[in-house]
């Protein structure tokens, strides 16, 4: 039922202001799980405690591992298969000037084997999966190191048992260039080392007093290489672990502070907007109004008898009505750009931009009639209906009209609200107007 009062309500002082804000919708609970470590950061911070001597990661890590570095790997291994066939070419070199009598045969081997087999594996590189590029220096490294053992063993050149040098780039490429995986690496070193004592063997009469130092600067090259790649990937490993549990941290910081925002801005009991919401909503959407020229229509809306019915059945009951007539109001508004609001006890606010007083009093009818339809029993109202039940105040006012404030417009609803109440409560005062007609045009 509808009532309509002409009112003049007194000039009083502005509201202050508050920072625009836009409507939002949704709960506000805070979900305190989501301000401890989750078990995922638990277990990045136990692996940064306990370190990972091994290069290994849980199988479940290590997988994202692999798969976050995979593209960073495939262009060091593209750039490296480049640098490989102009290293690799370049040591006919040393072939010329080491083992002459073999020069055609390293020509043929480096030009006409070697360079194609990389560049097959450069063209076909990406079409394999990450451990299958990873381990293909075992097999390239190996021919190569194949490659300078034979030269080395069937030249008569005097030269020949200290080409074995030629082993060195190999070891080198693999430890900087390449930054081979230290577990492959090693592998590739050791399998290095066996062919070079293999040769060693093999060779009839080798000079010892070149090839002992020969052995020691290869010897030399496999620790320190080895040493490099090792903490190189031990560090990688730990700054990809810092990073995952920093971009944990973060994403857990950026939902307790949309949390925290929520909080700041919605009523934790009945899941819609606060006072402090609804203030800095108002104050935007009157700043808007002012400048645009439109109406803005507010509602206060006060739950009736509703201390009877928090003393009749409890407070834990009360805050179940608070919630279900929150519930009501905010589902039969009908536009995203209106706002509800908790801003007492039982008392509740709503605001429509750009609404007219005609527009305004069909909301505040169907608002009223949604509650109504609720069928809360109050046994401890003096109402015949025994029902929970709502009295509204609209008011309405042009944002631009002399004399026109946010302090009024929110008077003025008042207003109409304590004339509700003091005519019966369960209906609706419509403030500032002296007819209206029978067939209100709603929202759009």
Known sequence: MTEVASLSPPPVASAPSAPAAPADAGGASLDLANLVPSAERLELEALLAEGFARLQFPQTLETRYQADKASERLGLLRRGALWTLLLFNALLLPDWLMVPDQFEAALRLRVMV????????LFFIKDVSGPVREWSMLPLSLVAAGITVMLSLSSTDVLAPAYL???????????????????????????????????????????????????????????????????????????????????????????????????????????????????????HVWSRARHDGTEVALMMIDVDHFKAYNDHHGHPAGDACLRDVAGALARHLRRPGDLVARVGGEEFAVVLPHANVMQAQATAERLRAGVALLALPHPASPEAERRVTVSVGVACLAAGEPGA?????????????????ARGRNQVEVAGIQAMPSNLEEPA
């Open 114 to 121: 070697y360079s194609p087999l990389i560049l097959v594996g």
């Open 165 to 283: 040098i030629c082993l060195a780039p190999i070891l080198m490429f693999n430890g900087s260039i390449l930054r081979t995986r230290f577990w492959i690496a090693l592998l590739i070193d050791m399998l290095v080392l066996a062919m070079f004592l293999g040769a060693l063997a093999a060779l009839p009469d080798p000079p010892m007093a070149i090839m002992i130092p020969l052995g020691l600067a290869i010897l030399s090259t496999v620790v320190f290489t080895l040493f490099g790649l090792y903490w190189l990937e031990h560090e990688e490993r730990v700054n990809w672990v810092m990073q995952q549990r920093e971009a944990l941290l973060e994403a857990q910081l950026a939902q307790a502070n949309g949390h925290l925002h929520r909080l700041a801005r919605f009523d934790m009991l009945t899941d819609v907007s606060n006072r402090r919401h609804f203030d800095e909503f108002i104050e």
């Open 405 to 421: 404030s946010l302090a009024r417009l929110m008077a003025t609803a008042d207003a109409a609200l304590y004339e509700a109440k």
